[in-house]
């Protein structure tokens, strides 16, 4: 990519900032280097991996890479065998400490572990009992290892290997930049131990000679160090007094530093013990080092993996900062970019701009008067299509597209060069020829104020005819100008659109808004009348004009304030749009809290319809008990008047309760008036007036009053006021004036029957076994008919003295046999049902047990 490109959209300000978001050396590095891919998997990855960052930013918050410096000398050094410093040792381990850290924050849901339970990965041995069965990693879980499908992140976090034992060991032996811990080695504390021990006796020997007669020699009473060898301050006329070896003198010479002759030999021995101390540094320095050579791999691995994570992470952070989103890529030259901000202007300020090139058009033409906006949209475009190539994600709306483009090609400014002799118009043709040398449709132009700096006639001949040029061979295009004939260029011909920045004439400022298809104004006449130029100046200046050209202002006028009509207009549509919205929603809250009001209320009267029948079911139980006993016992007409009592009470008992369930259906269906719209829902019972059919509603009433029906298999289209609508009682059956209650129907029969036998004086018959087969056959029923017929075969089963009954419903999809064993569960008349055995049927039947 031309660097003089990169310069003039402002790229390497852009890159500047993101290195302040990196952390270390090498991060840093990488973002200065950081150019335009040319490649769309790169970019594309480059991209997911930023987003990746970002999301890890969002959950986690951020983490640290600051302390990976540039380990070239480090690796280098323990690539031949050489030691290692302790400073070094001690950065490698806190390097590693880090590298932890950094690792479970990648590979944790939280950020980071109470404990690092990392191994290095040439630890084989000792991991290969691991569930994973590779070494040097964690076992994850079956979330972590669905993170790890899509976290492209992943794998450089895996690669991290923070070689928890090497660490421990040198923060074991090294206790800081100039201290050897004694516990580094046995020989190391044998040692420290005897220098110990020596240097007690030459403390106990000095103080001797200083607490004995030679105090008198001595100009004070402490001991000192010369070198690494004990002595005493002696004064200088009595060094014949104490015999040693002189070290030093005081700086006025009246002070000698003596080394008594009688701890020569002590101070000899801790001088050969303190060779034996470096001597074991050394060794365990060597030591250390050596151990960390064994892992060179692994520390090349994390250091290269930790610059390119801090380098990931530092663009992830500067889209945070920016609110940039990750742009879409595609390879047909297409862009379309939605409320792109440019990254280099106060966001505060920054007016977003919707920015559409190479679908509908492959070249806009920005007019419009100066600081209006026109150079920031060329340079934003531009700027965010090397971004996006970069890697980097764009201020701008989500979904906003890119296009991968061989190059992007600007003339922006004022190039004017004295050492080179060239005017604007010259530097401005220079550019140009050099891009036309280089120029196809795979590239992006970048013009601004085209053809200025020369002759206004020629200048805009010229401009069109370079546009020309790009827009024959399909090159995408964006240019500025302040020339007519280019908007009119733009008018004439296809697939060219004329593009403006909107600009206040009242308050004299910019708005910065982009707005394609309006060609922009100068404003040079309202922004002069507007700053006190006289009135006749203005008209003088009017008059100069062609009659086309005042034509052609005039039409550009009446253009902007229809468009600010419309917008006017859009908006006071889109508040009144959003009041509506309010509304309804309102009315559908309404609307949903009566249907549940509703709903409650026939639950309520459901559940007291229930009680009243089986309370009926229960007393006609009794009264049918009792009646079959008088029967069974021989009593004819001479109990007559007893049963005729039972019978009466029967049956004002049993039009108590048909009353009490009629009054409550009636508060609940309203039988027998004009159905409307809304009194029927999806899954109501109706009947057909007109068929003689019953049915359920399986579609809300259309346009024209038709209500879609489903009568068993048949499913009609039947007229609104061809229906009635059917109450059902707590069981689920139909309630109406003719059918009250089938579950009454037993009681009924009974009833009958009592009234014959004390009608006629004979002996009633209860058994009614011979009328009433113990297998009822379901097949071939609807679900609704084949409940209704079970429940009247059972009602009929119960006063026909039937212990047990055989229902056929087959095998099937097991629809009817579900319906059948849900209604069975509800009804207390049954001990028990189970499915056939071999040889009884299977699943295609139930056996029942009544009480």
């Not at 310069?7 to 973002?31: F, M």
């Not at 569930?131 to 076992?139: F, I, L, Q, S, V």
Request: proline share 3%; net charge neutral; charged share 30%.
């Amino acid at each position: 990519m031309n660097e003089k490109v990169l310069h003039i959209v402002e790229y390497d300000k852009i890159i500047a900032s993101l290195e302040e978001h990196a952390d270390s050396l090498p991060g840093k590095k990488l973002c200065r280097d950081l150019l335009p891919m040319d490649n769309l998997f790169d970019i594309e990855h480059a991209q997911a991996q930023t987003e990746s960052a970002l999301s890890h930013l969002f959950r986690k918050g951020s983490v640290s890479f600051g302390n990976n410096r540039d380990f070239g000398y480090l690796f280098g050094a323990l690539s031949v065998g050489s030691s290692l410093s302790m400073p070094e040792l001690l950065y490698l381990a806190s390097f590693l400490d880090n590298v932890g850290r950094v690792r479970n924050y990648g590979m944790s849901k939280d950020g980071g572990r109470s404990e690092i339970e990392i191994t290095a990965r040439g630890n084989k041995n000792k991991n290969k009992d691991k569930k994973t069965g590779a070494a040097g990693t964690d076992p994850v879980s079956s979330e972590d290892s669905e993170k790890e499908e899509t976290d492209v992140l992943y794998d450089l976090f895996d690669c991290l290997y923070p070689l928890p034992s090497l660490s421990a060991e040198i923060r074991r032996c090294i206790l800081s930049e100039e201290q050897v811990s004694d516990d580094a080695s046995p020989a190391l504390r044998k040692i420290r131990r005897e220098m110990q021990q020596t240097g007690d006796k030459v403390h106990q020997q000095l103080a001797k000679m200083v607490n004995s007669t030679y105090s008198a020699y001595l100009q004070d009473s402490v001991i000192t160090m010369r070198g690494d060898r004990y002595c005493i301050p002696v004064k200088a006329e009595y060094k014949s007094q104490v015999p040693g070896l002189i070290h030093d003198q005081s700086s006025s010479g009246s002070t000698l530093f003596i080394e008594p002759a009688a701890i020569v030999n002590l101070n000899n021995s801790l001088r050969e013990l303190a060779l034996q101390e470096k001597k074991e540094i050394d060794k365990i320095l060597a030591s250390l080092s050596a151990e960390a050579g064994d892992h060179l791999m692994e520390l090349r691995d994390n250091a290269q993996n930790m610059t390119q994570l801090d380098f990931i992470f530092a663009r992830a952070d500067l889209a945070m900062e920016q609110n940039a989103t990750r742009p879409v890529f595609n390879d047909k030259y297409y862009i379309n970019i939605r409320r792109g901000r440019h990254p280099l202007i106060d966001p505060k300020k920054v007016v977003p701009i919707d920015v559409e090139l190479g679908s509908d058009y492959d070249m806009i033409i920005i007019t419009g008067p100066n600081t209006g906006g026109k150079t920031v949209t060329l340079k934003t475009v531009g700027l965010f299509e090397l971004m996006g190539m970069a890697g980097l994600h764009i201020p701008a709306g989500d979904n906003s597209e890119l296009s991968l483009f061989r190059e992007v090609f600007a003339d922006i400014g004022d190039e004017q060069s004295i050492e080179q002799s060239l005017s604007t118009f010259s530097s401005h043709m220079k550019t140009i020829v050099d891009i036309f040398r280089r120029v196809d449709r795979q590239c992006l132009c970048l013009f601004d104020e085209l053809g200025a700096g020369t002759d206004p006639t020629e200048g805009a001949a010229l401009a069109i005819s370079i546009l020309n040029f790009c827009h024959i061979r399909h090159i995408r295009t964006l240019a500025t100008t302040h020339y007519a004939e280019l908007k009119a260029y733009a008018m004439r011909t296809e697939g060219i659109v004329n593009a403006s920045c909107e600009f206040n004439v009242e308050t004299l400022q910019p708005t910065y808004r982009l707005m394609v298809g309006i060609p922009g104004k100068s404003n040079a006449f309202a922004i002069s009348q507007k700053l006190g130029l006289p009135g006749y100046i203005i008209e003088t200046a009017k008059e100069q004009l062609s009659q086309d050209a005042q034509n052609f202002e005039d039409l550009l006028s009446d253009l902007e304030k229809t468009r600010q009509q419309l917008r006017a207009e859009k908006e006071e549509s889109a508040r009144i749009r959003a009041s509506l919205d309010k509304e309804r929603k309102a009315l559908r809250d309404r609307e949903l809290q009566f249907e549940k009001r509703r709903e409650e209320l026939l639950e309520k009267a459901n559940m007291d319809a229930r009680v009243i029948l089986e309370k009926a079911k229960e007393e006609a139980d009794q009264a049918i008990s009792d009646l079959r006993k008088a029967a069974q016992n021989g009593k004819k007409t001479g109990d007559l008047s007893s049963m005729e009592r039972t019978r009466t009470a029967l049956r004002n008992k049993v039009n108590e309760k048909a009353s009490k369930l009629s009054a409550r259906k009636e508060s609940s269906a309203p039988a027998g008036k004009k159905l409307k719209a809304s009194d029927l829902h999806i899954g109501d019972r109706v009947r057909v007036v007109s068929m003689g059919l019953t049915g359920t509603v399986s579609a809300l009433p259309d346009s024209n009053g038709k209500v879609n029906v489903r009568c068993g298999i048949l499913q009609s289209k039947v007229d609104l006021s061809d229906l009635q609508l059917i109450a059902e009682d707590a069981f689920g059956n139909p309630a109406g004036a003719g059918a009250s209650s089938r579950s009454g129907s037993a009681i009924k029969r009974a009833f009958r029957d009592a009234d014959r036998a004390a009608s006629s004086g004979r002996e009633m018959d209860l058994s009614r076994g011979s009328a009433v087969s113990p297998e009822l056959n379901l097949l071939g029923l609807t679900t609704d008919d084949a409940i209704y017929k079970l429940d009247k075969y059972l009602d009929e089963a119960r006063v026909s003295h039937l212990q047990s009954v055989r229902i056929v419903h087959g095998k099937g999809t097991g629809a009817l046999r579900n319906a059948v064993h849900q209604y069975l569960r509800k009804q207390k008349g049954i001990k028990s049902f189970r499915l056939g055995d071999f040889g009884e049927g299977d699943a295609g039947v139930t056996i029942i047990t009544l009480r």
